[in-house]
T-cell receptor
Framework: DSGVTQTPKHLITATGQRVTLRCSPR?????VYWYQQSLDQGLQFLIQ???????AKGNILERFSAQQFPDLHSELNLSSLELGDSALYFC??????????FGEGSWLTVV | GENVEQHPSTLSVQEGDSAVIKCTYS??????FPWYKQELGKRPQLIID?????GEKKDQRIAVTLNKTAKHFSLHITETQPEDSAVYFC???????????FGAGTILRVKS
């Protein structure tokens, strides 16, 4: 158990819909990262937050947005969903050291 | 931005043999290089990491080497076992405040 909690674990939704993925980082970790992993794909960096502020942006679509709340949990919002958005979405957190710990991921299937 | 290339994309070895996976990075400011192992449908898990002030690090059957001049780093697994079969990802980062940029991954198959 990495200490990073993601919900839901699995989600099936229709094209055009909107979903929210939730992440609770390890206790005390200020940095939260979101990664997307499609079938047969690597880990694509989406966005990073540090203590509530956006720190870095990767290949995140305009239809996607994220935020980190005062209690440090984070949410990734995916809207106008397309079939190609089907993927495993990972949240990860990092504390004062270098190590990044991943959650179990949220499987999103768009039908 | 940082770009990490990883080779080979797939690697098959006989049980007991060694496996080597290589990565190159583009950003000379990167100073932290972790390796993650991911089993099918599971989360990536850190197996070993190295910082830029160190040339080599070992942990039992796993070792990582870093050549800062050439911007290369490699993962070495000795005496491979079937349970080593997984996808391995290298990554690079500028440090504790920065994101991890991952390589494309290597599928390692250990045949028994």
């Amino acid at each position: 158990d990495s200490g990073v909690t993601q919900t839901p674990k699995h989600l099936i939704t229709a094209t055009g819909q909107r979903v929210t993925l939730r992440c609770s980082p390890r206790s005390g970790d200020l940095s939260v990262y979101w990664y997307q992993q499609s079938l047969d794909q690597g880990l694509q960096f989406l966005i990073q937050y540090y203590n509530g502020e956006e720190r870095a942006k990767g290949n995140i679509l305009e239809r996607f947005s994220a935020q980190q709340f005062p209690d440090l949990h984070s949410e990734l919002n995916l809207s106008s969903l397309e079939l190609g958005d089907s993927a495993l979405y990972f949240c990860a957190s990092r504390g004062s050291g270098n190590t990044i710990y991943f959650g179990e991921g949220s499987w999103l299937t768009v039908v | 931005g940082e770009n990490v290339e990883q080779h080979p994309s797939t690697l098959s070895v006989q049980e007991g043999d060694s496996a080597v996976i290589k990565c190159t990075y583009s950003d000379s400011a990167s100073n932290y290089f972790p390796w993650y192992k991911q089993e099918l449908g599971k989360r990536p898990q850190l197996i070993i990491d190295i910082r830029s002030n160190v040339g080599e690090k070992k942990d039992q059957r796993i070792a990582v080497t870093l050549n800062k001049t050439a911007k290369h780093f490699s993962l070495h697994i000795t005496e491979t076992q079937p349970e080593d079969s997984a996808v391995y990802f290298c990554a690079a980062s500028r440090g504790a405040a920065d994101k991890l940029v991952f390589g494309a991954g290597t599928i390692l198959r250990v045949k028994s």
